[in-house]
């Protein structure tokens, strides 16, 4: 039961609900309708209704009231005649009682002495008791009834009278009211009257039959509003619509209901009588100037209607539970396959494609869902196989590529320091290709005391450019093996390049032969970038013939150029990836940035300057992809240099000993006074790091160069102990407080804040150790 | 490295002169000894002649600030050259000691 109500999960009860919500609601603004006008045809019947009863009561009335007006009016002329009898008039009135049920009582009262031998008063007087009928003379001394209302008044008015009720003491006893009508002689003098009584008891009788409603009553009023029949008999003649009407908490809608009735005005209002709403009739019996009212609680006219309602509502409440359960029974069948198909998807979403999926008989949506399904399986085995051999094709390219990557980079000198017994020579390179393989190329060798070295760029990139880049660089080695001037190793590689070239593919290339004694160098520029010349503080590009890339024409004449460089001096070479290097933004590194980069590097070291240019291209291309291959090969010519070099035990003397070694050396070189004491310091912190530690205390030598080329100070340690990289130490905290400072690691921070340049090669189980320091020469 | 030691109550006046390198930096912690075991709170280093110091020397310069600091002392080093005191500012040890 719990489950069946579940409607955020289930489908099923969640439409269910909908359709739930959506009939009720039909269902509510029609019953409202129906009961609206319902209502309003109840209420317009009840008025009718009631109208009709009070107009029949009033007519009924009136018919009896004037029956026994007429009556009496056709009687008195007997009595008018003078030859009736004095004792005659007995029989009359006994006659008139006994003949007219309707009659409670029947007088005759003349005038005082009217008949002679009557005396004062003679008034016979008939009147109803039980069955029978009783005869009396009604006029003595105490019932002087010249006084009486019934004869008083129509004999001052001249004209026939209804008294009001009252209640008839020393006659009939009882409650009634008295028609009078006056007896004339025939001159037409008054001799007295004759009346009829009718008894209240029937009045009320007839009036209480207006009772169209279970709670409904009537009561009438007469002229002054003094009720005349009223259900509760104490109120009769004691109370008045007006004498009630200020028990109520508004007393002015009575009255004004009582003063309506005594104008003799009908109609009906809504009023509240025990705290129920009632509808109240009145109409007047205009032939005694009475009035006649009905009150019909509202809740006894609308009984049925409310009745009605209830089953009504009952009856719908039931047919919505009904629809509910069905609803939620028919959804719940109709979407049980999609269950299965959750199921279905999650089970192939693990990659179990071929999963059973649920049996579909009916040929409706659920169906072609079922077979939309059953296609996509089917789509996605295809799919994942054609995907797993892309997959393996691809793979197996990008482990080519990898390899081919390998391949490219072994072919070109990828070792440095690559001369580490040379002082005269300090050159650095880098080539990072695009993609996996590029066309970029550089390649040095050193034969005597001259540098071969060449650096190119194939046009366009990936393997096609590679496959060039490996015959240019293999054509290098071979021709400049016999071939002494570059021009001829250029026009020669050029010339077998051009040879079968049918891709058109081109190569700018840079090739030189540096004299590393003299430092003079030859050089051919095929269509290269300008390298850039650092020397004597001085920025600029080398200045050469453009000519043309090779593989383009057979037999060019490439021209040789050669120039003297300065001791010290930088080539700095590199292909267009570097200053065409584009940002995010597709703006190019440019020749000016290079420029203002290099500017104040030349006593760097190769390594260091191809780190800081590398590090600013970086810079400028952020998270853009990179478009070309990038190489640089940076040369520093130190052909006029003087070295020494020491061999020292691992023995705290030795730092004597080296004290002494480099005073004399600073002498040699000219280093200023003011210097010696900071590049003394840091040689001592790194020997005395070799002497305790290189060795775990075992005896042990290491070797120390001193050298000084271009005004640059380069100091090379070399120890066979255990591997040691002082440039990866971490620094000190020094803006600690004396409590929290450490007292060691200050020695080889030292040596990084004083020293121009820390670098730290491990080769041939050694550890090299190169510090340098540019001085300014006296 | 010539170093001398004059104790005068709570205070210590150390005159050094000459190179402090890691051959001589024993001798001069062993002459400063009395300093980092005993009571002394104030010390004055005076630098005169002093031309030269090594890591292991600033080493020892930082045991005595360490050891008169925890009693409330100051270290302070009167006419120490300009290299020197480049040394010392290099090692963050300006704003540790006093200088005149």
């Known amino acids: ?778 | 490295m010539e170093a001398k030691i004059e104790q005068q109550g709570e205070k210590a006046i150390i005159t050094i002169s000459g190179r402090l390198d890691s051959m001589n930096s024993g001798d001069f912690e062993k002459t400063v000894e009395p300093i980092l075991t005993g009571n002394t709170k104030d010390v004055e280093v005076n630098c005169v002649n002093f031309e030269y110091i090594s890591s292991s020397g600033l080493r020892i310069f930082l045991s005595i600030l360490k050891s008169v600091k925890s009693r409330g002392g100051s270290v302070l080093i009167r006419d120490m050259n300009a290299d020197l005191r480049g040394i010392f500012d290099m090692c963050g040890f300006s704003p540790l000691f006093k200088f005149e």
Not at chain 1, 470 to 480: D, E, K, M
Not at chain 1, 505 to 517: A, M, S
Not at chain 1, 739 to 761: A, C, S
């Open chain 1, 1 to 778: 039961m719990k489950k069946f109500f579940k409607i955020r999960e289930s489908f099923a009860a969640r439409t269910s609900m909908y359709i739930i919500i959506v009939v009720g609601i039909v269902f509510i603004a029609t019953l409202s309708v129906s009961f609206y006008f319902s209502y309003k045809t109840v209420e317009s019947s009840a008025m009718k209704n009631a109208e009709v009863t009070m107009a029949k009561t009033t007519l009924e009335m009136e018919r009896l009231l004037s029956g026994i007006s007429k009556m009496v009016d056709n009687i008195k002329l007997v009595v008018e005649d003078g030859n009736l009898p004095a004792d005659t008039v007995y029989l009359l009135v006994r006659q008139i009682v006994a003949n007219n049920t309707d009659i409670a009582g029947c007088a005759v009262a003349f005038e005082p002495y009217y008949f002679k031998d009557k005396g004062y008063y003679f008034s016979p007087f008939a009147y109803r008791q039980g069955d029978s009928v009783v005869v009396k003379q009604l006029g003595n001394p105490d019932y002087d009834y010249f006084t009486m209302e019934w004869y008083q008044i129509p004999k001052l008015l001249d004209k026939n009278f209804w008294t009001e009720p009252y209640y008839d003491e020393g006659g009939g006893e009882s409650i009634v009211s008295t028609y009078s009508t006056i007896l004339r002689n025939k001159n037409g003098e008054f001799i007295g009257v004759l009346t009829a009584d009718i008894s209240l008891d029937w009045l009320s009788t007839t009036v209480q039959n207006l009772k169209p409603y279970p709670n409904s009553y009537s009561f009438a009023i007469g002229c002054g509003g003094t009720f005349i029949v009223h259900p509760d008999k104490d109120k009769i003649l004691n109370e008045s619509i007006f004498s009630i009407a200020l028990e109520d908490e508004d007393p002015t809608v009575m009255q004004s209901l009582g003063q309506k009735m005594v104008d003799g005005e009908s109609g009906e209002a809504k009023i509240v009588r025990d705290d129920k709403l009632c509808y109240f009739f009145y109409a007047p019996i205009e032939q005694i100037g009475w009035s006649l009212a009905m009150v019909c609680p509202k809740d006894d006219i609308f009984a049925d209607l409310s009745k009605m309602s209830q089953v009504v509502f009952n009856v719908a409440l039931f047919g919505l539970l009904l629809i509910l359960v069905f609803c939620r029974l028919t959804m719940q069948k109709v979407a049980s396959p999609l269950k299965s198909f959750a199921a279905s998807a999650k089970k192939v979403a693990h990659g179990d494609f071929n999963v059973a999926l649920p049996e579909i008989s009916s040929k409706d949506e659920m169906k072609e869902l079922r077979d939309s399904f059953g296609y996509m399986q089917k789509e996605l085995v295809h799919y994942m196989a054609s995907l797993e051999s892309t997959a393996s094709a691809k793979e197996k390219i990008e482990s080519e590529l990898r390899i081919a990557h390998n391949i490219q980079q072994g072919m070109i000198p990828k070792t440095f320091p690559a001369f580490p017994t040379r002082t005269d020579l300090d050159i650095y390179a880098s080539l990072d290709p695009a993609k996996e393989v590029g066309g970029d190329l550089y390649d040095f060798y050193i034969e005597g005391d001259l540098l071969y070295f060449i650096i190119g760029d194939v046009s366009g990139k990936g393997v096609p450019a590679s496959l060039l880049m490996a015959v240019t660089r293999s054509l290098f080695r071979s021709n400049s093996a016999y071939l002494k001037k570059p021009a001829d190793i250029v026009s020669s590689i050029s010339n077998a390049i051009t040879e079968g070239n049918d891709s058109n593919l081109f190569v700018t290339l840079f090739l030189g032969i540096l004299n590393l004694k003299t430092g003079e160098l030859r050089y051919c520029n095929a269509g290269h970038n300008h390298p850039v010349l650092l020397s004597d503080d001085t920025v600029s590009f080398f200045p050469m013939k453009p000519n043309i890339p090779i593989g383009l024409f057979h037999d060019f004449p490439y021209e040789d150029e050669v120039t003297q460089l300065a001791n010290g001096a930088v080539l700095f070479c590199y292909t267009d990836g570097l200053t065409e290097a584009e940002s995010e933004t597709k703006e190019l590194y440019g020749d000016d940035r290079l420029l203002a980069i290099m500017q104040g590097k030349q006593r760097y070291s190769s390594k260091r300057q191809v780190q800081v240019v590398l590090a600013d291209v970086a810079k400028h291309v952020g998270k853009a992809d990179q478009s070309d291959d990038l190489t640089i090969l940076t040369i520093t010519s130190k052909f006029s240099n003087y070295s020494e070099v020491l061999t020292l035990k691992n023995e705290m003397s030795e730092v004597e000993t080296l004290k002494l070694a480099m005073d004399s050396f600073f002498e040699k070189v000219n280093v200023p006074p003011e210097m010696a004491m900071p590049l003394q310091l840091s040689m001592e912190e790194v020997i005395v790091n070799v002497i305790m530690y290189a060795y775990a205390g075992k005896p042990g030598t290491f070797e120390v160069e001193l050298s000084e080329c271009a005004s640059v100070l380069t100091f090379v340690i070399t120890d066979s102990g255990i591997p040691f990289n002082p440039a990866e130490k971490e620094d000190p905290d020094i803006t600690l407080a004396a409590e929290d400072r450490q007292i060691g690691g200050l020695g080889v921070f030292l040596v990084k804040q004083l020293m121009d340049d820390v670098e730290y090669n491990r080769r041939n189980n050694q550890n090299i150790l190169t510090l340098r320091k540019a001085i300014n020469k006296k």
